[in-house]
């Protein structure tokens, strides 16, 4: 059974800095994709960042040059976020994605404030 576990949220200023970490766990075989969502009230999800395990990245350009996405070989994924803004505040989801089948984590909030 897959389990997808976040942690690293909170509460922080404009400006300031936060890093998600995930793992991801329950299949012999690694992840190929593996990345961040996020939803605010009203909205829906959108992805953050995304990374296969070769290597390749996706960011959102709302995100891109402040968020850097990264993972390692234990099917860890992590969200270094660098100045945070208030439109950056959500719940952020870790999925990973295996044969067409998304998993995702419980989610952890992120509040930035002004």
């Known amino acids: 059974q897959v389990r997808v576990v976040e942690s690293g949220g909170g509460l922080v200023q404009a400006g300031g800095s936060l890093r998600l970490s995930c793992t991801a766990s329950?299949?012999?075989?690694?992840?190929?994709?593996m990345g961040w969502y996020r939803q605010s009230p009203g909205k829906e999800r959108e992805l953050v960042a995304q990374m296969t395990r070769a290597g390749h990245t996706n960011y959102a350009e709302s995100v891109e040059g402040r968020f850097t996405i990264s993972r390692d070989v234990r099917d860890g994924v992590y969200l270094q976020m660098n100045n945070l803004k208030p439109d950056d505040t959500a719940v952020y989801y870790c999925?990973?994605?295996?044969?067409?089948?998304?998993?995702w984590g419980q989610g952890t909030q992120v509040t930035v404030s002004s």
């Open positions: 329950g299949r012999v075989n690694s992840f190929p994709v």
């Open positions: 999925n990973a994605k295996y044969a067409s089948v998304n998993y």
